[in-house]
């Protein structure tokens, strides 16, 4: 045997492929700090990194929606400053909540009811009258919310005069879905049901063209039904809290990483 072959294999380091070159290959690649060593596996930081950038950018989101419902709220506040004709405002549209007053007829025979619409939790119709100006424009009126019949084939009495009036309310935009729908056919009759329409969809049925925004009609006004205007049900503080909640577990998820993947040395234990 030579033993001569055997010593110079001893003296040299052992290959890489042995269970020693192994341990050694794996702890060149860990992040001691103190008496401990830091060793995720790569599967454990990837779907933490990812986990975490979701949460950080669900945070980033909801500060977005908050500073969204601070600027209506700023808006309502503002139009509220002053009472403008209609007549002034562009016909392509003015500030959002602009009050305005307006002159003219309205048309019972062909009103919408919008669908969908709830009020202290209870489901119903917000009711938008054509008023048909001195200045020759349509602009649709919500009159307000009613709550739906005893079933959906018992629609509300929504009939009102077509003598001269004048109306006072604040400019708005029709309520949209969180998701678009198809509009269901329609079968002619008046008042027409709808679920978030568009603007056009209703300039079509009326087959007349409308302002491209709605006025919402003040509660001080006569013929009108449940109106209680604010610029979000969801206050701006909500968001705010919602956005602390996303950041406060994406650090606790990076402290639970750091924490499980931080061990005690086994070589100065």
Request: aromatic share 8%; hydrophobic share 40%.
């Amino acid at each position: 045997m030579n033993l001569s072959g055997m010593a110079g294999f001893q003296g040299r380091p052992p290959p890489a492929g042995t269970a020693k070159g192994f341990e050694l290959k794996e702890k060149s690649r860990l992040v001691r700090i103190g008496n401990r060593e830091f060793a995720p596996t790569v599967f454990t930081t990837v779907v933490t990194v990812v986990l975490i950038a979701a949460l950080l950018s669900l945070g980033r989101w909801q500060l977005e929606r908050m500073r969204e419902k601070q600027a209506l709220i700023a808006a309502f506040a503002a139009g509220s400053a002053a009472t403008v004709q209609l007549t002034d405002v562009p016909a392509g549209g003015g500030e959002r909540y602009q009050h305005v007053v307006a002159d003219g007829r309205y048309d019972s025979a062909q009103q919408f009811l919008l669908d969908n619409m709830t009020h202290t939790g209870r489901a119903g119709y917000h009711v938008l009258t054509p008023l048909l100006t001195d200045a020759g424009r349509i602009v649709l009126v919500d009159r307000g919310w009613l709550p739906t019949g005893t079933t959906r084939a018992n629609l509300p009495n929504v009939a009102i005069g077509e003598e001269y009036r004048r109306i006072v309310g604040r400019l708005d935009y029709l309520p949209r879905a969180g998701i678009e729908l198809a509009l269901p056919s329609q079968n002619g009759t008046w008042p027409r049901v709808l679920s978030y329409p568009r603007m056009s969809d209703l300039s079509g049925a009326l087959q007349r063209p409308l302002d491209p925004q709605i006025i919402l009609l003040d509660a001080d006004q006569p013929a009108g039904f449940v109106r209680e205007w604010r610029p979000s049900t969801f206050p701006p503080e909500r968001h705010l809290g919602y956005a602390v909640t996303w950041f406060a577990l994406a650090a606790a998820l990076a402290v639970i990483y750091l924490v499980t993947n931080l061990r005690q040395d086994p070589d100065k234990s």
